[in-house]
């Protein structure tokens, strides 16, 4: 029989989510000994094929967003909405974020209407976490086991590099199985890797931490379930999560500790949610900054028509790069580094991106050509700004009775100088190739939400401490991208996933003392 916890225990620590940061805490508190509760949104996904079309509305949080600034008024932001959250769909990109990137101040101090900070985690302590977060999701590329093949999209993107004098082409490390292991085959290169994985090769919260938390017997998930707010004590400490269940019912499970990890979208809107008489401005909030200082990249996609075929679609979809402009280095003419990531599309998708609107023979002459289209995606460090938000609407309401998040975003110049080198980079790649055509998309969507709940080193500058305890409420943990205090050019997740592992030997360390 599946474990399951009294909703009046007040012995169980309840984790939000159950993407990369909630499953892996989750875990690693269940393997511990330690009761566990996790309250997910979404359901499980039970059948995964491969077909974009089928596998998108299944994947992703659809649930209206409004976006303000330079955002769309309805702001698709492609977090999941499922048993294992976004790491249902991401790409599986599981880069380190680089030394340089932990001390932003360095190259982003002198930018102006900016709210640079610093990590209170240094780049060395992170080190052991990484490599236990590589170890525990099967990166490729480390621990002895060998990079994911080369595709032909890879090699026309290495061919290009060097013909523009870049040097630093290279395959990706990638939470996808090279060779099988941790109960997982190896990829067969099926392609379209963000609609889901069917033979299982790509490392999941749901195939991997999840389902190792339920062999545990300290561990239960309840999807379906919606969390609108957490309660508090006298003494300021978190009490209990409210939710609205699978049967539409309200719900409140008491805690020990709570851990939010709803991605950095619903995490300050949770914790806004929840003001009182002692958090007028929302829960843990007392500074002023829950919901403030969101970062999602700087993102270019840049789609090109080759003379001869390419096929971008066989073989793993992101699985390399260039690395050439990671690094600051001021004489571009921006402040701050970027990377290219090779990425591709199904037919759908590239018509939306590359002729928007296109139809009859324009359209059907595009899909003649799709075996012969490449594609990059340029992802740059993005400076903080506190105007840049998630604030809740003060009139509208989603189906749970709780306000739709605004987020605001406006781009930085800084990120548009750098936007404009990358874009112009990429051209001259595939230019150097013979490209017929190279179309700039508008700008995505984010997938890669942080800072909304950043940690910092003292009170002031932020909502939680080095442990992303909240400053406010002592027994209350933010174990998502919300707590970073800076963006980095590394997708996120495997720094999630790192500090999850940091996060969870210090909650089980303080539970011993009685801190907790």
Not at 88 to 95: G, K, N, Q
Not at 403 to 413: E, I, K, M, Q, S
Not at 432 to 439: H, K, N
Not at 494 to 510: D, F, H, K, N, P
């Amino acid at each position: 029989m599946p474990t399951s916890f009294d909703r009046n225990d007040d012995d169980v620590v309840v984790v939000v989510g159950s993407g990369a940061g909630g499953a892996t805490v989750s875990r690693e508190l269940a393997m511990a000994g330690i009761d566990v509760v996790c309250i997910e949104a979404g359901s499980p996904v039970e059948k995964i094929v491969t077909d974009a079309t089928a596998m998108f509305p299944l994947l992703t949080w659809l649930d209206r967003r409004i976006g303000s600034g330079d955002l769309p008024a309805n702001f698709p932001v492609w977090s999941g909405k499922g048993v294992g959250g976004t790491t249902l769909h991401w790409t599986a990109h599981a880069p380190r974020m680089e030394a340089e990137h932990f001390e932003p101040s360095r190259y982003f101090g002198a930018l102006d209407d900016c709210t640079i900070l610093d990590w209170p985690v240094p780049f060395d302590e992170m080190t052991r976490y990484y490599s236990a977060a590589e170890r525990s999701m099967g990166v490729s590329g480390t621990h002895g086991w060998p990079k994911l093949p080369e595709s032909n999209h890879y090699r026309v993107l290495k061919a290009g590099a060097e013909r523009i004098g870049l040097k630093q082409a290279e395959r990706s490390n990638m939470a996808i199985n090279s060779v099988a292991q941790g109960g997982r085959p190896a990829c067969i290169q099926l392609g379209f890797c963000s609609s889901g994985c069917a033979v299982n090769a790509k490392w999941t919260a749901a195939n991997t931490p999840i389902a190792q938390a339920l062999q545990t017997g300290h561990f239960e998930i309840r999807d379906r379930s919606f969390v609108l707010r957490v309660d508090h004590d006298r003494k300021g400490r978190a009490t209990s999560v409210v939710y609205v269940d699978s049967n539409g019912v309200l719900q409140r499970q008491k805690a020990r500790v709570v851990c939010l990890a709803a991605n950095a979208i619903d995490t300050p809107r949770i914790l806004l949610n929840s003001e009182s008489s002692a958090f007028p401005n929302g829960l843990a909030n007392r500074s002023g900054h829950v919901g403030r200082h969101y970062i999602k990249h700087v993102f270019a996609i840049l789609t090109a028509i080759l003379p001869h075929p390419v096929n971008f679609h066989r073989g793993t979809q992101l699985l390399g790069g260039v690395n050439d402009f990671v690094y600051h280095d001021s004489s571009r003419g921006f402040a701050g580094g970027f990377k290219f990531e090779q990425a591709s599309f199904d037919p759908a998708a590239l018509a939306a991106l590359s002729r928007p609107g296109a139809w009859g023979k324009e359209y059907a002459g595009q899909l003649k050509k799709y075996d012969h289209y490449a594609a990059l995606l340029a992802v740059g460090e993005d400076p903080s700004q506190r105007s840049n938000s998630v604030t809740l609407h003060p009139a509208e309401k989603d189906q749970y009775g709780m306000p739709v998040p605004v987020v605001h975003y406006v781009d930085h110049d800084n990120s548009r100088r750098m936007r404009d080198f990358a874009v112009q980079t990429a051209r001259d790649l595939y230019e150097s190739l013979g490209s017929e055509e190279v179309f700039l998309s508008s700008l995505p969507p984010a997938t890669h939400n942080m800072g909304t709940c950043r940690m910092a080193s003292n009170i002031d500058d932020g909502v939680c401490d080095r442990w992303s305890r909240s400053y406010d409420v002592p027994n209350l943990f933010l174990s998502d991208g919300s707590q970073f205090p800076s963006s980095g050019n590394a997708n996120p997740t495997l720094t999630i996933v790192a500090l999850a592992m940091r996060q969870a030997e210090y909650i089980r360390e303080r539970m011993l003392s009685r801190d907790l």
